[in-house]
């Protein structure tokens, strides 16, 4: 249980920790020839990482606690 939890944090802080690079290399490819569709597809990229970083954050605790029987 306590490593399931551990886990999850480490997910979440090197999720968070790189979450302003991911959105530097999505304006530096914006920046390039990108456009119409593809521009907007593209700066979408920061939003569904953090979704990512989230629901992976929350699945982990979630495991954890059934796993301590308080869910």
């Known amino acids: 249980m306590l490593g399931n939890l551990i886990g999850g944090f480490i997910v979440i802080i090197v999720g968070v920790s790189l979450l302003p690079t ?4 999505v304006v530096a490819a914006q920046s ?3 456009t119409g569709a593809a521009s907007t597809v593209l700066g979408l990229v920061p939003l569904f990482f953090a979704l990512g970083i989230m629901s992976a954050g929350v699945a982990i605790t979630i ?9």
């Open 32 to 34: 390039g020839n990108v």
């Open 22 to 25: 991911v959105a530097n290399q």
């Open 63 to 71: 495991g954890g606690l059934r796993n301590a029987g308080i869910m």
